[in-house]
């Protein structure tokens, strides 16, 4: 009697289970690998959460964090288990990945969709694709300025009202602004561009030519932007330079340099309206666009997160669906205004709401609709040049090298990694 | 073989199977695959592609920093590990004294050691900072105007060897053992000749410990060509390439420039260095060292 009563029970169970298996098979669980970290994740759960979990009862969505760990990505493509949704992309990375055939077009998708080109930023829809076919869709993007201390500003003896126009203007604010302590140390740093990848082009150069698939680090322009980064060397000891900012603290922390009071000037994207409420509210601030050396302000360099689709990805439907309402309208707009980014699409960035939550819209809009925008580099053998152009700036502050030569020797280097990489590519 | 030894052997077998398949699975096999894929070209997200020598070629002839690589390796073979073999060696002989509270001496001095490389990578950047840090702050003491260490391509690869003398405990450990294990009655001998401290050093001391500095010179070669660790945390290969050393660059090519097969071949070249190194010192270990167990 009790065997029976024991086999009814388990077999009860048993049905039971199956059917609450089945209940839960019926959401898809996809995977999402964000790059995003700290409090921007929080406020990105909730986003997701909300909007799209809550919201439809086919696909449910799991976000992980992987801030800061690229490799990550490509150990999970070579052990077939990747994400079915990665935006811990950067623009630039984007054509390695597609290059080497790691992410999945979305031409198809976008067609049956129904998505219009025409809804967003023109330059960063072409940053969205990689030998003509459209490889991601971003939800936030941001273009880059110049910011600066208007309290230092004003100390110093300049005017806020009008900062600097060009190249010059810009070396003598950094020099004005620069405070030394007895020692020769720097206590405050004025300013010091870096980057030859971003102020190449603000002298009119290009480091790469897509059509001719040519490196081209050794324009003249180039060189001579990196006689400019150069020139800083006059007032700014190398090595005393690299000591204060290796003592500064990390640009994403409240430590923040530029709002600890520690720099009169700094880059920002449109972030810098979230990090002024976070890290220091009393701070004043205004910003202008980048100087280049003809006096002409309308360069901006924008760029941001691209979700994309991982081949090994085995629901791509779903994360296409995901991506779909990430990039729409709606969520785009919570999502810029809780990170204080740009939204892609030109309606949501034009967004009364929008534009009273990131003020500094006012500037960058205009530079991205008409002025010069530009992208980083995006090529197949991206990260390589990037490390061979700033070890080359390196040395060329150092005084290793002069700026031709190091420029040359990129140029080489990196010429002859592509033009493998494209042989090969013919070949496979 | 009698049937108790087959039976044994099964279980002896049966026993080391899970090391056996984890040697297998996790070291052979990969050194297997490497050889192999540092014929191809592998992205690591495509399938490799056969390039023969191409890899070693290109390494060989046209990739500058790959000499580079080389020559910043040897600097720290040339000058770290000399350095780090003296040190290690003194501060044994100076804790081999019969002192008061000398255990606790000898564990300070290990300590270092065993704490793990990445924190104190971050800890030793901190104090190398030229504006800030501990180290040039001590030498203003002095009236020295400290250098730029790792910002300064002159002086960043001298502070990663003073980072890792900081290390030298785990050496100085196996030196003190066999500074215990050389007999009295050669020392004492020695004194009844009239041989005073230095010479008691030079014809006692040296020869005696010969074997562990022979291992430790050997271990020594292997480590610093794998060093990249502190370098990664620390500096990233610069500034300005001073501080590239060639796991490092074997790591950018593997891990973030798509170069899976390229840096396999250089894995290889590498075993190929090291194990030429070695049988050399094998070679030449006849002459001066000495093991003291093979004559009775």
């Known amino acids: 009697m009790s065997k029976r009563i024991l086999g009814l029970v388990l077999t009860l169970v048993f049905i039971i289970s199956t059917f609450s298996t089945l209940a839960y098979a019926e959401k898809v669980k996809i995977v999402y690998w964000t790059g995003w970290g700290g409090s921007e994740l929080e406020d990105l ?19 992980v964090t992987t801030f800061g760990a690229y490799e990550k990505l490509l150990a999970a493509i070579a052990g077939g288990t990747p994400p079915d949704v990665v935006s811990a992309v950067w623009d630039s990375q984007l054509a390695s990945l597609a290059a080497r055939g790691a992410i999945v077009p979305l031409d198809n998708y976008i067609r049956k969709d129904k998505i219009h080109s025409s809804d967003f930023w023109p330059r960063l829809w072409q940053s969205f694709q990689y030998d003509g076919k459209v490889y991601a869709l971003a939800a936030t993007t941001n273009c880059q300025f110049t910011a600066f201390n208007v309290d230092m500003v004003q100390a110093a003896g300049l005017n806020p009202k009008t900062p600097p126009k060009n190249t010059k203007e810009l070396y003598d604010w950094a020099q004005k602004l620069t405070k030394f302590d007895d020692r020769g140390n720097i206590q405050i740093l004025g ?8 102020w190449g082009r603000l002298f009119g150069g290009k480091l790469y030519d897509e059509k001719n698939k040519k490196i081209t680090a050794n324009d003249p322009k180039v060189v001579e932007a990196m006689e400019y980064l150069l020139s800083y060397n006059k007032f700014l000891d190398p090595t005393k330079y690299a000591a204060f900012t290796s003592a500064l603290g990390n640009y994403w922390s409240p430590e923040n340099p530029f709002f600890a009071g520690k720099m009169a000037m700094q880059d920002y994207g449109e972030w810098i309206v979230q990090f002024g409420k976070k890290y220091n509210p009393k701070l004043k601030y205004d910003i202008f666009p980048y100087v280049t050396p003809t006096g002409i302000r309308n360069s901006t360099q924008f760029g941001g997160s691209m979700f994309c689709i991982p081949v090994g990805s085995k629901h791509k439907d779903e994360a296409w669906e995901f991506i779909k309402w990430i990039s729409s309208p709606e969520p785009m707009k919570k999502i810029a205004i809780a990170f204080t980014n740009m939204p892609p699409r030109i309606a949501v960035a034009k967004d009364p709401e929008v534009l009273e939550a990131i003020p500094v819209l006012k500037l960058t809009i205009p530079l991205m609709e008409k002025g010069n925008a530009f992208t980083s580099v995006s090529m197949p053998v991206w990260e390589q040049y990037m490390t061979e152009l700033s070890a080359a700036e390196s040395m060329v502050i150092n005084g290793q090298k002069k700026p031709k030569e190091a420029l040359d020797d990129v140029t080489t280097r990196i010429q002859q990694e592509l033009d493998t990489f494209l042989a090969r590519q013919q070949k496979k | ?37 540092s ?21 060989i002839r046209i990739d500058a920093i790959f000499w580079k690589s080389l020559e910043n390796t040897f600097y720290m073979l040339g000058l770290g590990l000399p350095l780090s073999l003296i040190a290690g060696l003194l501060l044994a002989i100076l804790l081999n004294m019969k002192v008061k509270g000398m255990a606790i ?6 300590l270092p050691s065993i704490l793990p490389e990445v924190a104190t990578a971050i800890l030793w950047v901190w104090l190398f900072n030229p504006q800030y840090g501990l180290v040039n702050a001590i030498l203003s003491w002095f009236g020295i105007n400290g250098p730029g260490w790792l910002a300064d391509p002159t002086w960043a690869k001298p502070a990663l060897i003073l980072m890792g003398l900081w290390g030298v405990g785990g050496g100085m450990i196996i030196y003190l053992a066999s500074l215990q294990d ?14 005073r401290g230095w010479q008691k050093m030079v014809h006692i001391t040296l020869p005696m410990i010969s074997p562990v500095i022979f291992f430790n010179l050997i271990m020594g070669i292997i480590g610093t060509f794998q060093f990249s660790v502190q370098t990664f945390v620390a500096t990233g290969g610069g500034p300005a390439y001073s501080t590239m050393f060639y796991g490092l660059y074997l790591y950018y090519n593997a891990f973030q420039w798509w170069k899976m097969g390229y840096a396999s071949a250089m894995a290889w ?17 006849a002459g001066w060292v000495y093991y003291h167990t093979e004559s009775k």
Do not use: C
Not at chain 2, 105 to 110: K, V
Not at chain 2, 269 to 285: A, E, N, V, Y
């Open chain 2, 105 to 110: 001496h000898r564990t300070i001095f290990y």
């Open chain 1, 45 to 63: 759960k909730k986003i997701i959460d909300e909007g799209f979990n809550k919201k439809r009862s086919d696909i449910e969505v799991e976000t």
């Open chain 2, 269 to 285: 070249i590498l075993f190929l260095i090291t194990l030429l190194m070695t049988i050399l010192i094998f070679k030449t270990s």
């Open chain 2, 182 to 195: 050389v007999p009295q009655e050669l020392y004492e001998a020695a004194e009844l000749d009239g041989a």
């Open chain 2, 1 to 37: 073989m009698t049937r108790l030894e087959k039976g044994e052997l099964r279980w002896g077998i049966f026993f080391i199977l899970p090391w056996l398949l984890g040697l297998i699975i996790f070291t052979a096999y990969p050194i297997v695959m490497s050889f192999y894929y």
């Open chain 1, 191 to 198: 300013y010091r561009p870096s980057g030859i990848a971003l």
């Open chain 2, 39 to 59: 014929f191809t070209d592998y992205s690591i997200v495509q399938e490799p592609f056969w390039v023969g020598l191409d890899n070693y070629k290109t390494l």
